[in-house]
């Protein structure tokens, strides 16, 4: 009995996983909840596929957060400071169509995916944008962390 113990004991040991999560070091993952309203004239934008709305009130994300429609009752939320520095003055990303761009490198990510789209070939490190959790329910979008 001890040997099949020692034995189950060995292979939970092996088996748990050392994986660190490629955490962004530059932005906080903040809890908040915001819902959207699709009523409301500020978000009726994202009635339509392909749409993206800034929300930029006081306590949701960092500096922000996109919302876009992908479709089929599917939305995504992106954190609207830019994910490769540390929030400061120009740190907030400004929206063109379906992309972000960061105003101080002029980095530009896709709002669909959240991916850097000129991601520079140098060796460094670069992350994707911060993405939120997402429901849609009725005629309300639900953001939070």
Do not use: K, W
């Not at 959207?36 to 934008?45: E, R, V």
């Not at 490769?84 to 990303?93: G, I, Q, Y």
């Amino acid at each position: 009995m001890s040997r099949i113990l020692g034995i189950l004991l060995v292979v939970l040991i092996v088996s748990c996983s050392n994986e660190q999560t490629n955490r962004n070091p530059f932005l906080q993952e903040i809890g908040f909840r915001f819902d959207a309203n699709l009523n409301l004239p500020l978000y009726s934008p994202l009635t339509n596929t392909g749409s993206v709305v800034l929300v930029q009130s006081t306590g949701v994300g960092t500096r922000g957060v996109f919302i876009v429609n992908a479709g089929f009752n599917q939305f995504r939320a992106f954190e609207a400071s830019c994910p490769n520095h540390a929030p400061n003055s120009c740190s907030t990303m400004v929206l063109d169509g379906q992309v972000a761009t960061c105003e101080c490198e002029e980095y530009q990510y896709s709002l669909f995916t959240g991916q850097q789209l000129n991601r520079p070939d140098d060796g460094n490190r670069y992350y994707d944008m911060l993405e939120y959790r997402a429901t849609f329910n009725g005629n309300t979008v639900s953001i939070s962390n």
